[in-house]
DNA sequence: GAGGTTGTTGCAAGGTTTTGCGGAATTGTT
DNA sequence: AACAATTCCGCAAAACCTTGCAACAACCTC
């Protein structure tokens, strides 16, 4: 909507200039061109050969990393969906080089003329982002309010009016304990990943339920907090085999579990005979481990197709529906019982 | 350079149709727009306002899937040491769906003012892709002639002048069959990708050089061909228990193996004990497989790193060196001995 | 078969961005 | 302190893209 009079005149220099600093010609000073980039980053100019451009046909998929397996799943369930309704993605990996956060990335797909933006588990999920490096809250407000369309993927937030479609982790959390529950386990604990992520919450709060409602321990001592990645789903085992070595545990993701059966295996434990483990995703070489995996697995192509649908829908405006907003769905895990849980050794 | 007025010269018709095609308004016959469509192929048409911002700072990554998670990994250390050097990365799946091909992703990615690219694992390494889809020879060359940035990672090819950088796979091939000979295999299999593939041939060929040189069968019934998956891996080992039994296979990637292997526990034969498996990558999974896969790594990292160099060499004129084309870069693979290989039971 | 309707295209006006040029400000030199 | 050189910026003209409008053609309807 801005164009470069706008800007200019934010700036407090001619149209000239601008147009000097956005083709990088020659003859405009340092410190006037950083006053024109910042106001730039301020309110994000998009050229007006693609900001009229509408209909680019483009959008955007925001992935928080590439290692955990269930990034690229969903990247590519989203990338499906979104070549079978005509627009092609382009996939960024927020957190790939320190320099560069979400925030920026978001404004280079923006300035690159892209239609709308999936976030994949967003930065707004970390209930308290490590200070400094805050996207402020009124970050996301702001794209908003510039119009851009967006829709969240396993990331809501109730204070936004965005669209969003995740899974109910708090079900998955008390569906994966209970699992282990009817098992015979009694001492459960459950693998972690950092504790600023909501989603992580939300399990340890279906977690605690369901031991709660059989009146089992569900103490802090039985969580073991660490980053998500398989590494340190191995860590955060060796810290629970030290203290209350539990009998099963769930974990915060598939990629983790895979780190605790590592580590069990390298301490001679086995599993599931001496340690069920229960993980999250369903990513696809969950049922290639040995043993393979039981997990609740997201639907993850249902959820893929249900978020571009919803975002196509908002972009298309022949297809609009009429004050639809506020947009949520969620869906129910499902319980994928394979290997790797089994009945306590009664030897405990 | 050209603007709208020099396409709409060749398509025959006025700027304004130009102009309606490019922002998708209503208002113009399918045939137009296709004879439109097809001139704006030929002449890449950037506009203006993304034409002239050359220094975009963005880089294309294309990758032919997601599922293996290679692809994955190498995208994640590609895009690490892009941000280190101040470039983003858009990652792209060319075979996400099926509509769109390779080719015109990288038109779409031009579009959008990208400075150059990183093609993994590019079309052109199928030796004969299938008739009709078939990127003419001629696409990457056209490319080349057009001045677009680009560096080949894991598919040269000589015909063209495109810097590359490569494992080399034949010796892959080479070292995994010389471990296993090494161990006192004598019927080693070979899990390999589709034969149009030409990593796979090359691998083939190191296989079959070790196994000549110790006077061992290397036959083509050793060898099961299948599509590049855990899947396929699975279904390629099922032909070869059937038919050979080796006690031995190596694999196209760990991603196979892994396949491999759950065949095997599936039919109840034990790894490594009754049959070894070597993989190919070193994912970062493939440490995490029970029992932890033998492998050959591809040091992803540095490869990563050459490639990213050298395509930012080519991009920023003022570090680019004088006249040294052509560049090549070939890593050694690394063999990573773990717990899936070992000597064979002499009860054969 | 005439008139109306719909769809497609070019023209020209209007708005936005680029760029050549001149003037002002700054710096260095004598 | 004055002059010259250089750098930097705005003005205005030119180039470019978008869009309303009208013309034309094809098709349907009566």
Redesign the interface.
Known sequence: MPGLSEIARAAGVSISTVSRV???RAGVNEETRQRVLSVLAEMPYT????????????IGLLVP???N?V???F??AL??R???LGY??????TR?????GEE??VR?LLA??VEGMVFVSPEITNVEVPLGQAPQPSYYAKLLADGVHMVFLNGATPALDVPDVTVDEQLAGYTATKHLIELGHERIGFVSGPARSLPSRLKRAGWAAALEEHHLPAGSDLVAHAPFS?EGGGQAMATLFETVAPTAVICSSDHMA??V??EA?QRGVSVPDELSVVGFDDI??A????P?LTTLAQPIEEMATAAIDELVLRLDPDRRRPGSDNYTRVFRPRLVVRESTAPPKQDT
Do not use: D, I
């Open positions: 956005l083709n990088r050229p007006r050969g693609l900001g009229a451009l509408q209909r680019t046909g483009v990393e590439l290692s397996p990034f690229p799943a990247a590519e990338e499906t979104a070549a079978r092609s993605s382009l996939l960024c990996n790939s080089g320190a320099p560069m920026e990335y280079m690159r003329g398989a895979l780190g059966m590592r295996h696809p070489l049922a290639y481990s040995s393979a």
